[in-house]
Nanobody, 121 residues
Framework: VQLQASGGGLVQPGGSLRLSCAASGFTLDDNAIGWFRQVPGQEREGISCISGSDSGVYYADSVKGRFTISRDNAKNMVYLQMNSLKPEDTAVYYC???????????????WGQGTQVTVSS
């Protein structure tokens, strides 16, 4: 089972990025996929999650209205569209798989490596 996050980079405040999470070794429609972010010295923050087949979603208040999570089960991919980015969105972003929608990190069974997002002018 593998998850691989990609799509991070450097973007100016107000800009957009789309992160991708590619899954292999299991089918996405059996799992909820969550996005987390972490800044050095801080706890990992659950920012969004999408359920396996019924498209139930969760957004943290810090990203609600700016970020959109989506999935393409045929491609075994989950995406995080990030708009109106702010400097405080700077972090390493991770995707992970869980049996249900949750923002609690220790509920997640599988984690991908992180991708760095830097929002700076």
């Amino acid at each position: 089972v593998q998850l691989q996050a990609s799509g991070g980079g450097l973007v100016q405040p107000g800009g957009s990025l789309r992160l991708s999470c590619a899954a292999s070794g299991f089918t996405l429609d059996d799992n909820a996929i969550g996005w987390f972010r972490q800044v050095p010295g801080q706890e990992r923050e659950g920012i969004s999650c999408i359920s396996g087949s019924d498209s139930g979603v969760y957004y943290a208040d810090s990203v609600k209205g700016r970020f959109t999570i989506s999935r393409d089960n045929a491609k075994n991919m989950v995406y995080l569209q990030m708009n109106s980015l702010k400097p405080e969105d700077t972090a390493v972003y991770y995707c992970a798989a869980a049996p249900f929608v949750t923002n609690v990190p220790n509920t997640y069974d599988y984690w991908g490596q992180g991708t760095q997002v830097t929002v700076s002018s």
